[in-house]
């Protein structure tokens, strides 16, 4: 994997500072990003689901009893 030069030097200070590689580093922010879009992505069909109900906080307090 290639980077530009000042992410690079940011991602070995980084690295050095936590005692951490720099591929702990790139993995664990890798998977957090791949998660928050899968998050991102399902909200957005699910926004654009026109059959897909939208109901208030206070309607599913109410379901839940």
Same mark, same amino acid.
């Given at each position: 994997?290639? %980077?530009? /030069? /000042? ?16 591929? @702990? ?7 957090? @990003?791949?998660?928050? @879009?899968?998050? @991102? ?5 699910? %926004?654009? /689901?026109?059959? /897909? ?13």
């Amino acid at each position: 994997m290639r %980077l530009p /030069d /000042d992410v690079s030097e940011k991602l070995g200070r980084l690295a050095k500072s936590l005692d951490r590689s720099k591929t @702990y580093i790139i993995t664990k922010a890798l998977k957090e @990003y791949l998660e928050e @879009y899968e998050d @991102y992505l399902i909200a957005l069909n699910r %926004l654009n /689901d026109k059959d /897909d109900r939208v109901i208030s906080k206070k309607a599913l307090i109410e379901q839940l009893g």
